[in-house]
């Protein structure tokens, strides 16, 4: 298990490495990073100066060794157009991205549970049907599109939930709340919907696949013939089978979510990493850009891994051929 | 004379497709007494298993019972509320599937599984459950089950795996067990530790047994009675010597004589020329009468009953025709 476990952290590693190559040429690529800092009438004498300060005629590799070692320390350099450290600004946003993420999540994989395994044991019912249909318009709709929509129903028509911002937050330490106020629960609603509805319909589409495959399986008939009762074969021992490729799905998704985060954030003006992303790329901002990427890609690679060791948790068997294995 | 535990009378299951009604099982009729095996062969699609899933209860939709009635001990099942019948199910009969590598649910512990079952039918404790299991882990021949009770289906072996859903399907001390070609899916010698497990539990708990399968060697070795089906009806249904010794209705002669003999005897194997018609093709008369060496004009047209020919009992013309005494 724990060989196991090493063996993933490196290949962990190596898919961050190579990220990390991607992300440092984007400085070399992106322009003269120089031009960005400097105002036109800056004199060559002074950008050589510049240049020198920020370490930029220095051979390619040391520049490299240099980006890594920082970057593995969370340094990013310094924001062209904040003038701030880039790990300040990305810590001050992340709060508010990963609260967001957190709970399109949790609303997706309540919600598609749910309803998945509902479609799949009322398979005829009026509402499994609708439940597919609606799941057919949150597979298909863009994401912007639905949170304009929500925008204009719940905010512009109705008037119930605000239209962008995270309301009043707690500071809690370095982190910062809006589930402790109620302006911020309600700032929250919207975006999550927005932003989980995608992998709900997902999730919902996969647990009624699934459940209708397990619930045909010899040992569902078995447990039938056991005598066992209908709730017992349903949710003890068809929605655990289940549950496997939900969890890979529903754990590499959280990573599209935080990346998927751009687009509703910049709908719903959502104070966070998203948001100062867009900001970035809008102003060539590439210490922000590239330090994005690092830290949705060190997401994704976490996730992966944390969903890989879960999996052993979930399914005996995969423990005892990896217990084998190590 | 006793009650039989099992008496099925004129059962009819019927199957709605987009091509009309088949009828998977037609006027089936037979007995199973107090620790008694009977053994039910016949080709794939004959109506073996249906017969077994539609006693159980757990025939799937579209099909369905339409016909006759099914009693346990007396009491008429086939149309008990479905709440009802899962109260029998694993309680007064138990059942055993093909593919024992399939029958557990692979997520949880085999104890976990034969304690849950234990405690949907009988009033016990966790603990009691969790003893009563071991016994019966140990009682099915698995070695040292208060170990092995811990373990995951996986770590079993096909036969391993076979003897706990064996264990799973007596945990209730049920009347009946359907075996569903119980030993199909086994090594050879697995197969006899198997069939002898199967026999010893009818024997020692005076269970009745169905064993549903299509290898006449294991009704032979297993079996008190034979009921031999062919296109969703018994062909013919008797004491397993006389069957396999002296089978009378001509699809039964074709099958034994299909059995290669380790005597050595150097014929061929007979063949039955043809092959079983389709449920939604079913001929007139006598379903066989298009593969039968002996069909005349009446098996064309007229179906036959079943007719008592000393112990055993024959559904064909040749028997309604000829005297009893130049038959036997």
């Known amino acids: 298990m724990l060989a196991f476990t090493l063996r993933r952290a490196v290949q962990a590693l190596g898919v961050m490495f190579a990220v990390g190559i991607i992300a440092f040429s984007m400085f070399r690529f992106a322009g003269d990073p120089v031009n960005q800092i400097v105002s036109i009438d800056t004199s060559a004498a002074e950008r050589a100066i510049v240049r020198k300060s920020l370490g930029l005629d220095d051979p390619v590799p040391v520049q490299f060794a240099r980006y890594f070692a920082d970057a593995a320390q969370f340094k990013f350099g310094v924001s062209y157009q904040f003038r701030q450290p880039v790990s300040a600004l990305l810590m001050e946003r992340m709060p508010a991205t990963l609260e967001l993420a957190i709970c399109a999540t949790v609303f997706a994989m309540v919600f598609g549970i749910l309803m998945g395994v509902y479609s799949a044991l009322k398979r005829d019912t009026v509402l499994a049907k609708l439940f597919q249909a609606v799941s057919l318009v949150g597979i298909s709709l863009p994401t912007f599109l639905i949170g304009i929509l929500l925008i204009y129903l719940f905010a512009v028509t109705l008037g119930w939930l605000p239209s962008f911002g995270r309301g009043e937050v707690v500071k809690l330490g370095w982190w910062t709340t809006g589930l402790l106020t109620l302006s911020g629960l309600k700032a929250l609603i919207m975006p999550s919907i927005t932003l989980g509805l995608f992998q709900m319909t997902l999730i919902m589409r996969l647990v009624r696949a699934e459940m209708l495959e397990v619930l045909r399986t010899d040992y569902i008939r078995f447990a039938r013939a056991r005598g066992l009762t209908t709730r017992a074969i349903h949710f003890g021992h068809a929605l655990k089978n289940t549950l496997i490729p939900v969890i890979t799905v529903a754990g590499l998704q959280f990573g599209s ?56 948790v979930v399914d005996p068997r995969l423990r005892s051929t990896v217990g084998r294995a190590s | 004379m006793t009650e039989p535990v099992l008496s099925v009378r004129n059962l009819q299951v019927e199957f709605a497709s987009r091509r009309g009604t088949l009828r998977a099982i037609d006027d089936v009729s037979f007995d199973i007494a107090k620790g008694e095996v009977l053994g039910v062969v016949g080709e794939s699609g004959a109506g073996k298993s249906v017969t077994g899933l539609s006693v159980i209860g757990l025939i799937d939709p579209p099909g369905r019972i339409a016909g006759g009635e099914i009693r346990l001990a007396g009491l008429r099942i086939d149309n008990l509320p479905p709440e009802q019948m899962r109260r029998i199910r694993g309680k007064r009969i138990g059942m055993i599937f093909q593919d024992p590598l399939t029958s557990l649910n692979p997520l949880y512990r085999v104890g976990d599984q034969i304690v849950e079952t234990i405690r949907t039918h009988l009033n016990l404790s966790e603990q009691a459950a969790r003893r009563r299991a071991i016994d019966l882990l140990a009682e099915v021949g698995i070695p040292a089950p208060e170990k092995r009770i811990d373990g995951y289906p996986h770590e079993f072996s096909g036969g391993m795996r076979q003897r706990v859903v ?17 030993t199909t899916a086994l090594d050879v010698s697995v197969q006899a530790q198997i069939i002898s497990l199967i026999k010893r539990l009818g024997r020692d708990h005076g269970t ?29 249904i008797g004491p397993v010597q006389d069957v396999v010794r002296n089978p009378l209705h001509p699809y039964a002669k074709g099958l034994m004589g299909a059995i290669p003999t380790l005597a050595g005897e150097d014929k061929r194997l007979v063949q039955i020329p043809g092959s079983m018609p389709r449920l939604s093709a079913i001929p007139h008369g006598c379903s066989f009468n298009p593969r039968c060496a ?29 005297p009893a005494e130049s038959a036997a």
């Open chain 1, 257 to 312: 979510v935080i990346a998927f985060s751009i687009i509703t954030e910049t709908v719903f003006q959502w104070p966070g990493m998203g948001l100062l992303f867009v900001q970035a790329v809008q102003n060539v901002d590439i210490p922000i850009m590239a330090a994005y990427l690092l830290m949705v890609s060190l997401i994704f690679v976490t996730i992966n891994l944390v969903v890989d060791i879960l999996y052993t």
């Open chain 2, 166 to 182: 064996i264990a799973l399907a007596i945990c209730a001390a049920p009347e009946l067990i359907i075996a569903d070609e119980p």
């Open chain 2, 208 to 236: 009745a047994v169905m064993l549903v399968t299509h290898d006449m060697g294991v009704i032979a070795e297993t079996s008190d009675r034979v009921a031999v089906m062919y296109a969703g009806r018994i062909a013919e």
């Open chain 2, 294 to 322: 002996f069909a005349f004009d009446r098996c064309r047209v007229e179906r036959p009953e079943p007719l008592p020919r000393g112990a055993q009992s024959v559904a064909c013309h040749l028997y309604d025709t000829m």
